[in-house]
């Protein structure tokens, strides 16, 4: 996909005013400086903000976010309640949900600024995704994840889901539910339109697999996901996951 240049980018960035980049942390003081800098040196515009939510960090994640980002602000532990407490702070016109072990492709703020100004009326979308490993299995792993949330426009929080402040408030947000946040974000979103799928990947990290063993971990979330769209709890779910 052709990355909008000069004038282009000014027409888009009209459009869309200001983009929110909203990152939830939780003791991450060993990614948050390097995701921060990635962020400013990948983005091709500044027309965006970024807003670090923190969950109650133990460590120095805080201390060090403050010195690079334009906001920092604490909520109750929880993805989707951190991501909500960011966006009732946040003065743009679409939500961009970044993990702190996440990187973003070059231009990442031109190309959902083209996309969005190409297809307003669908208001969201995500990433292509890679794993970090570099192990052939993460490359399957990944490339079945990309196939998975293209076919079934249901997509997880590693993919970098973006939002118009408008779709956001017509589906009242994330839920605060410990586990699955996500996948009941995207599985709303669906009714509101179809996702924007942007090809250039994110980058995440592998470490879940890396740690808990790349069988294990492919058959807890398989199962968990089974379990979470026949109707179990998200709170039954989390006990499950941990």
């Known amino acids: 996909m052709a990355v909008l240049q000069g004038r282009e980018v000014v027409v888009a960035v009209r459009l869309i005013n200001m983009l929110s980049i909203i990152i939830p942390t939780l003791n991450e003081e060993e990614n948050i400086e390097a995701l921060l800098q990635h962020v400013q040196s990948t983005a091709q515009t500044r027309d965006y903000e970024i807003i670090v939510v923190d969950g109650g ?33 946040s003065t743009g016109d679409v939500f961009l949900f970044l993990h702190a072990d996440t990187q973003l492709p070059n231009h990442f703020d031109a190309m959902i600024f083209e996309r969005i100004a190409k297809n307003p009326m669908k208001g969201w979308g995500f990433f292509s995704i890679k794993l970090s490993g570099q192990r052939l299995i993460f490359q399957v792993i990944a490339k079945l994840i990309n196939v998975r949330s293209k076919f079934t426009s249901i997509a997880t929080g590693d993919q970098c889901l973006f939002v118009t402040r408008n779709a956001f408030h017509q589906i009242n947000g994330y839920k605060s539910i410990p586990l699955m946040e ?47 769209f026949i109707g179990v709890s998200p709170e039954k779910l989390s006990g499950l996951y941990r």
């Open 57 to 89: 960090s133990h460590d120095n994640t805080l201390s060090i976010a403050q010195s690079h980002c334009d906001d920092v602000l604490t909520a109750k532990s929880g993805r989707g309640t951190q991501l909500n407490a960011g966006v009732e702070r």
């Open 182 to 228: 996500d996948v009941d974000f995207t599985k709303r979103l669906k009714k509101y339109g179809t996702p924007i799928f942007i090809k250039e990947s994110v980058v995440t990290s592998s470490r879940r697999w890396e740690e808990k063993g790349v069988v294990r971990t492919i058959l807890l979330m398989w199962w968990l996901r089974l379990l979470f």
